[in-house]
């Protein structure tokens, strides 16, 4: 399954950047996410509630472009792969864009893509990040 969501922020490139590189904030926005480990530069451990059963997975950083780009993949777990970009709108404005393909493991999450569960919380924890980032002080230069 591919899902691709946007969304723009009132903060700079640089700003949603670095909050989006702050791994272990993801449970404060996403949906689902107990927690995520960094283990080395490249290496993520994620753990993820699925129903009523918590996964863990390891993800690889494959490339990672200050303030423009970061895309990952799962090595463990759950099969996915995704790419997060990080637009310029002018100075003080971003859009950003989730590109994930994503294959269901169980029948639950198979039910949840057929439902359209998935679309629906990647839209939900990308406005949760929005809330995030835009609530945080932050300085440009």
Same mark, same amino acid.
């Given at each position: 399954?591919?899902i691709? /969501?946007? %969304?723009?922020?009132?903060?700079?490139? =640089?700003?949603?950047?670095?909050? *989006?590189?702050?791994? &272990?904030?993801?449970?404060?926005?996403? &949906?689902?996410?107990?927690?995520?480990e960094?283990?080395?530069?490249?290496?993520?451990?994620?753990?993820v509630?699925?129903?009523?059963? =918590?996964?863990?997975?390891?993800?690889?950083?494959? /490339?990672?472009?200050?303030?423009?780009?970061?895309? *990952?993949?799962? /090595?463990? +777990? @759950?099969?996915?792969? +995704? %790419?997060?970009?990080?637009? @310029?709108?002018?100075?003080?404005?971003t859009? %950003?864009?989730?590109?994930?393909?994503?294959?269901? +493991?169980?029948?639950? &999450?198979?039910?949840?893509?057929?439902? +359209?569960?998935?679309d629906?919380?990647?839209?939900?924890?990308?406005?949760?990040?929005?809330?995030?980032?835009e609530k945080?002080?932050?300085?440009?230069?």
């Amino acid at each position: 399954m591919s899902i691709t /969501e946007s %969304i723009d922020v009132a903060v700079p490139a =640089s700003v949603a950047y670095t909050q *989006w590189t702050e791994f &272990e904030s993801f449970p404060t926005f996403m &949906e689902g996410v107990e927690s995520v480990e960094r283990v080395d530069d490249t290496h993520l451990d994620w753990t993820v509630k699925v129903g009523l059963t =918590s996964r863990r997975f390891r993800a690889t950083i494959l /490339e990672q472009h200050l303030n423009q780009r970061l895309s *990952w993949r799962s /090595e463990t +777990g @759950p099969r996915h792969c +995704g %790419i997060i970009t990080f637009a @310029p709108l002018d100075d003080d404005h971003t859009r %950003i864009t989730a590109e994930m393909e994503i294959d269901p +493991g169980t029948v639950t &999450e198979f039910v949840a893509d057929h439902a +359209g569960v998935l679309d629906h919380r990647v839209k939900e924890d990308m406005k949760r990040f929005k809330d995030v980032v835009e609530k945080r002080p932050h300085t440009t230069h």
